[in-house]
């Protein structure tokens, strides 16, 4: 026999229904609990002695406090107070070089200002006798100095707050250590160099010129470009020499061994060649990228090739055999730049998923990634001395040293799209953008020395302004760039300038190195 249910009116199951969500929230547990005065002065009474334990002892300064009527016969949490002190409440005086405001939220100004240096009485009054326990301690010590107070504590002296400098000053006897701020890191002074000018403007290219490198034996250049050829020109002259077809899309690297007479290039259409320079021919192919070619490196000691493509990874290929030794997985998006060197880590690239990855050639495998840049890392570039390198990206250039990948400053101020780094071995950095735009900057210092901006081609239009490559000859002394406006442009350094005609406009004070 089935039960009827009751049946109860609208508003008595919305009455119910209210109490029972009011039964549930009444008990508010989040609601803190009373605070016990004893429980309270407890704990602070130990964090006290165990935070300031070890300057208790210190005696106080007398002229930075002044007295006021109270009750109040100790403080707060039941310490006892010196004797000359017991029945007053001390309120700290500010005294020192620098001006402050009268109270909080009061803005500084000429007429708020107040400053209270202080007197020669205060500064002796640091000498007055410590209490009873400390008596053992030195007779001509005035006031416990930072290093005793890290040994009292058991700290290393070392170890001091960051910021702050310890000296210690030896003065009639007495030893008082003093804590200096240290200055904010300003840039040293730059090394000066003479300013670069355009000298030479080549043309024979149908379409952009996206890559350039300069052989071995500096007596002429090679160049590849969007209208798929691959040209060789004299470095003396400007004069083309040779053209070589194969490629059926973009040329978008090639590179010159200074292993064998062989010539290297890459391009959109997926291929890798080698090409043969005493018969002009390709002699190999490399097969296995799955999308366009970026850009190649050789490594400088051993007969192995690295290519980096759109397809998210970059290749090593032994030279002889064509065979693809390693494929470097890793990065999430196209890989626009790689290079080689002969220490470790001994292949960097840089992805348009904005990281940076130092390879392990041996392993095939990632030792480090550089996750520092917020936008695509189109440009890596090696310092042919010292054990460090640069990414250039569109929010910074950065440098960076070996092995670790430790950064060490950033260039800003090449507000556009970096295309392409050089340097050379005096510490000359070249920055080349998408909107033809060039930098040069110091390498040590990081201070922008020249900015060149050419004119583009007669005929071209001026959004044909751009910089894709660059390249400094064997020789250092002159910087070729390959451009939108199918020209190659050579630049040399002003023999005619100096110091004095070109001085560097350099502020300490306003041009500080970033740390971040």
Request: aromatic share 8%; glycine share 6%.
């Amino acid at each position: 026999m089935v039960e009827e249910v009751q049946k109860h009116s609208v508003h008595t199951l919305v009455f119910r229904s209210l109490k029972r969500t009011h039964d549930m929230f009444v008990a508010d547990n989040a609601k803190p609990i009373p605070l016990d005065d004893v429980s309270h002065k407890l704990k602070m009474s130990i964090k006290l002695r165990t935070d300031y334990g070890s300057v208790l002892h210190m005696p106080i300064l007398k002229e930075n406090f002044r007295e006021k009527d109270s009750p109040n016969s100790g403080d707060l949490y039941g310490h006892k107070q010196y004797p000359a002190n017991q029945g007053q409440e001390l309120e700290y005086l500010i005294t020192g070089t620098h001006p402050y405001p009268p109270g909080p939220g009061v803005a500084l100004t000429a007429d708020t200002k107040i400053q209270r240096m202080p007197s020669e009485s205060a500064a002796q009054s640091l000498a007055v006798a410590l209490p009873p326990s400390q008596s053992r301690l030195e007779a001509n010590r005035t006031a416990a100095g930072v290093g005793d107070i890290y040994r009292h504590a058991g700290i290393p002296e070392r170890v001091q707050p960051p910021g702050l400098s310890m000296a210690l000053m030896e003065a009639g006897g007495n030893k008082n250590s003093t804590l200096i701020a240290k200055k904010a890191p300003t840039m040293p002074k730059p090394q000066w160099h003479p300013p670069w000018k355009l000298y030479r403007v080549i043309s024979g290219h149908l379409g952009w010129v996206r890559c350039i490198a300069v052989e071995p034996g500096n007596q002429w250049f090679v160049t590849g470009s969007a209208d798929r050829t691959i040209k060789i020109w004299d470095l003396a002259s400007g004069k083309l020499k040779l053209s070589l077809t194969g490629h059926i899309s973009t040329v978008r690297g090639v590179i010159v061994s200074g292993r064998s007479p062989y010539l290297f290039s890459c391009g959109e259409d997926k291929q890798v060649k080698c090409w043969d320079l005493e018969y002009n021919k390709v002699i190999r192919h490399y097969h296995g990228h799955l999308s366009a070619v970026y850009g190649l490196d050789l490594h400088p000691t051993i007969d192995v090739l690295v290519t980096c493509s759109r397809d998210s990874t970059a290749r090593i290929w032994d030279v002889r055999t064509k065979a693809s030794v390693h494929t470097l997985a890793g990065h999430t998006n196209a890989v626009a730049t790689v290079k080689c060197q002969a220490a470790e880590p001994q292949i960097i690239t840089g992805s348009h998923d904005t990281t940076i990855r130092l390879w392990d050639l041996v392993a095939g495998k990632t030792r480090v990634t550089l996750t520092n840049h917020k936008k695509s890392v189109r440009a890596v570039v090696l310092h042919p001395r010292h054990y460090t390198f640069a990414s250039g990206s569109p929010d910074n250039i950065k440098q960076w040293k070996f092995p670790d990948g430790n950064f060490i400053q950033n260039l800003s101020g090449h507000n556009a799209i970096i295309n392409t780094l050089a340097v050379n071995s005096d510490g000359v950095l070249v920055s080349g953008a998408d909107n033809g735009t060039m930098h040069l900057w110091d390498w040590r210092t990081g201070y922008n020395f020249q900015r060149v901006h050419a004119a583009v081609q007669p005929g071209s239009l001026d959004s044909e302004s751009g910089i894709f490559a660059c390249a400094f000859d064997q020789s250092e002394s002159r910087l070729l760039t390959a451009e939108a406006d199918k020209t190659i442009k050579v630049y040399r350094e002003d023999d005619t300038a100096t110091e004095e005609t070109h001085p560097v406009n350099w502020k300490p004070e306003i041009i500080k190195r970033k740390r971040f």
